[in-house]
């Protein structure tokens, strides 16, 4: 698969001739052109002839065009006195918020802390997230046999449904290792085994929503690096689809005006967004988490604090925390790094296995897979219906109420359940304590000693002398 060049933002914009200093690298001579609602495609047409503009990519139901200069630089300022010219911007690059470490291959259930620390069992007598579809948007998954590809043994019973490839444009969005960095995990598998691993079959880890389905969609390079209109593609690809959720495990500091219309569309749709603060460890959420429409999710450690790298922002600006782990610490004393396990591979190790990370890429896929479980039940479908039951249920970390690090605190799988209309786990059954004896029992040995002495003495009695 083609790979493009990664940054963590790519903005040129030519204004009057001069290409401005950008945040990254982008792609040469490329810019987002925003036309009026309801331009004709005629006009739209004129308007990109008269200014030597080719178009390289239209999202549906988006007013955004992603266009090429034939020529060189373009007068933009020209280009915005036109009547049918809204907007002229510079093309967003997202990067994914993940950093790998080295696990060993032992059975991974016992060392996955992070499932009991948000109710994930007690939430399974419930939902297991069956007949939910969410679209993981990343470097693609490693769903199927094709070519040199290989399918991820822990996704082996996981309902895996089609999607596309937005870097390569073809309909095999599989998940690629990243040459420049061969101990880090192939990052969209990584994310999908978190949500939806196989559960139950022996191998690997066990999967947030098990029964829900994966829907592969690939808008990263296997750097982890994607482009505005490439994000903007697979949100409206992925809702157009019939995702519920999106989980979007990356992050920008350009606001991409296609992404931008990508999510407020969605939006429109009631479909649930989540995506991963960032991990920069300064007060500013990245794009997409930074969307109001968007579930920003922050990331916390065992102790249930936030790790340094973990993006925070205004009250307001994070809505929820899950566990993102913090590979410099051992703080439970397995003897290994307190990362977040997923099924994926690496060219370490020649092959498929657990491997840990940290990050706020792997707190996100936490929250879309309890908002799978959540439509999976039936009992909250809608995106305003999901979010109301995960911010209500959510364990308040940090000073009361909602704060800068972890908004409403972190996520409760059981406890959602019941705030959307689940009947309340049944209480656990009283251990019997070793002095005490059950009435009932007490009073049957009452009986049978009585009625033993009672025999005894009537045998007594009926001797002969």
Do not use: C
Request: a negative charge.
């Amino acid at each position: 698969m083609g790979a493009r060049l990664a940054a963590m933002v790519a903005a040129v914009l030519f204004l009057g001739g001069v290409a401005p200093a950008a945040t990254g690298p982008a792609r040469s001579g490329e810019i987002v052109l925003g036309f009026a609602p309801g331009t004709a495609a005629e006009r739209q047409a004129q308007v990109l002839e008269r200014f030597g503009l080719e178009v390289v990519r239209r999202v549906p139901h988006l007013d955004q065009v992603l266009v090429r200069t034939a020529d060189g630089p373009v007068d933009s300022a020209a280009l915005l006195r036109q009547p049918a010219v809204t907007s002229v911007a510079g093309v967003a690059r997202f990067r994914t918020t993940a950093t790998a470490a080295r696990a060993p291959k032992d059975p991974a259930f016992a060392r996955q802390w992070n499932l009991p620390m948000i109710q994930v069992p007690e939430a399974w007598e419930v939902s297991r997230g069956q007949g939910a579809v969410v679209a993981v948007l990343d470097t693609g998954v490693a769903y199927e046999d094709f070519g040199p590809y290989k399918k991820a043994p822990d996704l082996a019973g996981t309902t895996l449904v089609a999607g596309y490839d937005f870097v390569d444009d073809d309909d095999h969005p599989n998940d690629d290792i990243d040459p420049s960095a061969p101990d880090r995990p192939a990052h969209g598998t990584h994310s999908a085994t978190i949500i939806a691993a196989t559960t139950g079959n022996g191998v690997g880890i066990a999967g947030v929503a098990p029964r829900a389905a994966i829907m592969p969609v690939r808008v990263l390079d296997a750097s982890g690096g994607g482009d505005d209109d490439q994000i903007a593609a697979g949100i409206v690809w992925a809702v157009d689809h019939g995702a519920n959720v999106l989980n979007m495990s990356f992050d920008s500091s350009f606001d991409g005006p296609m992404t931008r219309a990508a999510v407020a569309y969605a939006a429109s749709k009631e479909v649930t967004m989540v995506a991963a603060t960032g991990n920069t460890g300064r007060g500013v959420v990245g794009y997409p988490a930074a969307y109001p429409e968007v579930l920003a999710v922050g990331a916390v450690r065992i102790d249930r604090t936030r790790p340094e790298y973990s993006t925070f922002g205004a009250v307001g600006d994070v809505d929820l925390a899950a566990p993102g782990g913090d590979v410099t610490v051992d703080q439970d004393g397995d003897g290994a790094p307190d990362g977040i396990l997923g099924h994926s591979m690496t060219n370490a190790t020649n092959g498929f296995g657990e491997q840990a990370v940290e990050g706020t890429s792997a707190a996100a896929p936490h929250v879309s897979a309890v908002a799978a479980l959540l439509v999976g039940s039936g009992l909250a479908r809608t995106a305003t219906q999901v979010r109301t039951a995960l911010v209500a249920s959510a364990l308040d970390l940090g000073p009361p109420g909602p704060d800068a690090f972890h908004g409403a605190g972190l996520v409760q799988a059981r406890a959602a359940l019941t705030a959307a209309g689940a009947p309340p786990p049944r209480p656990a059954a009283p251990a019997p304590s070793s002095s005490s004896v059950p009435p009932w029992l007490v009073a049957g040995i009452a009986a049978a000693v009585l009625g033993s002495v009672a025999l005894v003495v009537a045998r007594r009695r009926a001797r002969p002398s």
